[in-house]
């Protein structure tokens, strides 16, 4: 089992940044992971996903250019950098991840190949 808690979320404004991390207890370097958001009223929608090595990432068009995903596999860690916040970013943000055999170019927008979830964190931007 992968435990996953992400931290980091709040209010902002609109032009400004936060950085997300979500933490695991156990390794994370067969994990490929990903950034999910559920707005108020909406679906949860894919944001952005990470190979297992990190060398590949994949992102929502509305976040492209924005938003960064990265990983640090040696402090178990992984996080969403986001810039340039609009308030259309407000939601709750889950971090999710995937066991997969393939260390590259493995990267997945579906939310249901995910096997793992984190609690999810808020984040608000105002106009």
């Known amino acids: 089992q992968v435990q996953l808690v992400e931290t980091g979320g709040g209010l902002v404004q609109t032009g400004g940044s936060l950085r997300l991390s979500c933490a695991s207890a156990r390794t994370i370097s067969r994990l490929a992971m990903g950034w999910f958001r559920q707005a108020p009223g909406k679906e949860r929608e894919f944001v952005g996903a990470i190979t297992r090595n990190g060398g590949t990432t994949k992102y929502h068009d509305s976040v492209k250019g924005r938003f960064t995903v990265s990983r640090d596999n040696d402090r178990k860690m992984v996080y969403l950098q986001m810039d340039s916040l609009k308030p259309e970013d407000t939601a709750v943000y889950y971090c999710?991840?995937?066991?997969?055999?393939?260390?590259?170019?493995?990267?997945?927008?579906?939310?249901?190949?995910?096997?793992?979830w984190g609690q999810g964190t808020q984040v608000t931007v105002s106009s």
């Open positions: 999710a991840a995937r066991p997969t055999i393939l260390s590259v170019n493995d990267v997945d927008t579906r939310e249901d190949v995910y096997q793992y």
